[in-house]
T-cell receptor, first 116, second 115 residues
Framework: AQSVTQPDIHITVSEGASLELRCNYSYGATPYLFWYVQSPGQGLQLLLKYFSGDTLVQGIKGFEAEFKRSQSSFNLRKPSVHWSDAAEYFCAVGIPPNFGNEKLTFGTGTRLTIIP | KAGVTQTPRYLIKTRGQQVTLSCSPISGHRSVSWYQQTPGQGLQFLFEYFSETQRNKGNFPGRFSGRQFSNSRSEMNVSTLELGDSALYLC??????????????FGPGTRLLVL
């Protein structure tokens, strides 16, 4: 079964500083990879996704993520964070169609705090 | 276009009761998935419906059930509530039956508290 690990429970970053959130997955092949953001009291919003092809993926709100097969990682980055980026971020993996039960497996999340 | 709506937003029940949560997908979306979010277990997949048929099911007991209507609206039911069922229940809709390759749009969730 697939699994995903987000090693950082909580990260604090100064406004304007760069950000990198870590995500590692476990699966025998290349899964589908996703990053979602959840603001307080809200549902999840998809930031970006990777299925295949170019390993650097651009998403919404200025986020990007890089798939590294050798490290089984899909880290999320942003060059300059804004106070509105404070939220909880979830990495998720999914099995490509026809390879089994198609569902998303989520990481435990990383809570991002932005300080002035 | 309106987003995914979930009702009610908040719910308090006592152990042993049963509860029904409702989800209205984005207009035109035919797939609805349900997730449970708790501080201890995180986000866990419950089940997915497409065209009134359950396509996938997560690892939850039979007390958790769902259904989808012909207009794609979905309900989930939890019977014989336990304290551990306290959670945020999220519904997500997607356009077709392409599975997780299709972008899912999440609703704000229903927060259930079991006393």
């Amino acid at each position: 079964a697939q699994s995903v690990t987000q090693p950082d429970i909580h990260i604090t970053v100064s406004e304007g500083a760069s950000l990198e959130l870590r995500c590692n997955y476990s699966y025998g092949a290349t899964p589908y990879l996703f990053w979602y953001v959840q603001s307080p009291g809200q549902g999840l919003q998809l930031l970006l996704k990777y299925f295949s092809g170019d390993t650097l993926v651009q998403g919404i709100k200025g986020f990007e993520a890089e798939f590294k097969r050798s490290q089984s990682s899909f880290n999320l980055r942003k060059p300059s964070v804004h106070w509105s980026d404070a939220a909880e971020y979830f990495c998720a993996v999914g099995i490509p169609p026809n390879f089994g039960n198609e569902k998303l497996t989520f990481g435990t999340g990383t809570r991002l705090t932005i300080i002035p | 276009k309106a987003g995914v709506t979930q009702t009610p937003r908040y719910l308090i029940k006592t152990r042993g009761q049963q509860v029904t949560l409702s989800c209205s997908p984005i207009s035109g979306h035919r797939s609805v998935s349900w997730y449970q979010q708790t501080p201890g277990q995180g986000l866990q997949f419950l089940f997915e419906y497409f065209s009134e048929t359950q396509r996938n099911k997560g690892n939850f007991p039979g007390r958790f059930s769902g259904r989808q209507f012909s207009n794609s609206r979905s309900e989930m039911n939890v019977s014989t509530l336990e304290l551990g069922d306290s959670a945020l229940y999220l519904c997500a809709s997607s356009l077709s039956d392409r599975g997780i390759g299709e972008t899912q749009y999440f609703g704000p969730g229903t927060r259930l508290l079991v006393l």
